[in-house]
């Protein structure tokens, strides 16, 4: 084995990444059984200080279709090798879909950069942004938690604890309570953080603004953590339920695919019986879901 452990891991259908305590990155591609440690990293067109060594340790890695995105310590996002290019602020989170990724900020500001052709970036239009990060405006009001990136489609969790939502809605992944939707977005601006004001219609399959997804309970909802597939999105919630919607081909939202092959409706997830763990996390691949206990 090149190296003893690694400190986070993430994989793709063709390759694997992984950071080990030194800081170095690796790759294991799947074709050739071969690992390759990752050199070179571009650095950011910036003045360096003096004392500045040139060592800037990878500490987060996330896999993508078509690429991989890395996060140093400093808080800079590579599109690997190169920088993702972006305002001055430290991101703290990376998160990759099929074509676009989003970065979040020490600030609680998202940034997405792209493929936009199915509003994931979530800038109010189907435009790509491939020359520089941008932020996503809609979102600039609220501080966000974190980020998640399904195949084409977002999500963000708010210091509020609120969820939002937006790209591809092809198979009722944003999770929107009318099932088959167009969502209407109207905001207004008040002397506080901007606010949205929401209407929920028919027949929407894409969606280019974040919006908060609507639950069917009566009681405050506050969502802890959200992972995104290929077309499915899970939450799980401070009461330690776990909840989902989408695309359900295969089981990833843990219901027969017979009886449920897709649901446009968040919908809470039954876990099996005998479970006495409490659920501290979720993680999501293209077509699965992983739910952690302690």
């Known amino acids: 084995m090149l190296f003893a452990s690694f400190t986070k891991l993430s994989c793709s259908q063709r390759h694997v990444l992984v950071t080990v305590p030194s800081g170095d ?11 390759r440690r990752l050199d070179h990293f571009t650095r950011v067109e910036r003045e360096l200080k003096h004392e500045d060594s040139g060592a800037d340790p990878i500490v987060r890695v996330c896999c993508g279709s078509t690429f991989d995105v890395a996060l140093s310590e400093s808080g800079r996002a590579f599109v690997l090798p190169s920088p993702i290019y972006h305002p001055g602020v430290r991101v ?19 940034f997405s950069w792209g493929i936009g052709s199915r509003g994931q970036l979530g800038h109010g239009g189907l435009e790509n942004e491939q020359e ?5 405006d809609s979102l600039a009001g609220l501080h966000v938690m974190l980020v998640a990136a399904g195949g084409w489609h977002s999500s ?21 309570c009318t099932g088959k939707n167009t969502v209407r977005a109207k905001q207004e601006q008040t002397a506080g953080p901007k606010k949205l004001k929401t209407e929920y ?5 894409i969606l280019s603004t974040p919006l908060p997804v609507i639950w069917p309970l009566e009681q ?41 092959p897709s649901t446009w409706k968040i919908t809470r997830i ?21 739910v952690f206990l302690a």
């Not at 990155?25 to 690992?35: A, D, L, P, R, Y």
């Not at 703290?92 to 600030?107: D, I, M, R, S, Y």
């Open 25 to 35: 990155c690796w790759k294991f591609c799947i074709k050739n059984s071969s690992w």
């Open 201 to 205: 219609t028919d027949d929407v399959t």
């Open 92 to 110: 703290t989170q990376v998160a990759c879909g099929n074509e676009h990724c989003l970065l979040l900020t020490e600030t609680g500001q998202v």
């Open 132 to 136: 520089i990060a941008r932020q996503v």
């Open 220 to 260: 405050e909802v506050n969502v802890k953590d959200v992972g995104c597939g290929s077309r499915h999105t899970i939450a799980l919630l401070d009461d330690g339920t776990v909840w989902g919607c989408g695309w359900n081909a295969y089981g990833q939202l843990g219901m027969s695919p017979e009886r449920v």
């Open 270 to 290: 039954e876990l099996p019986d005998g479970n006495s763990g409490v659920v501290t996390g979720i993680e999501c691949g293209a077509w699965s879901t992983v």
């Open 156 to 176: 963000a969790v708010t210091e509020c604890s609120d969820l939002y939502t937006w790209g591809w809605n092809q198979s009722g992944q944003l999770g929107f």
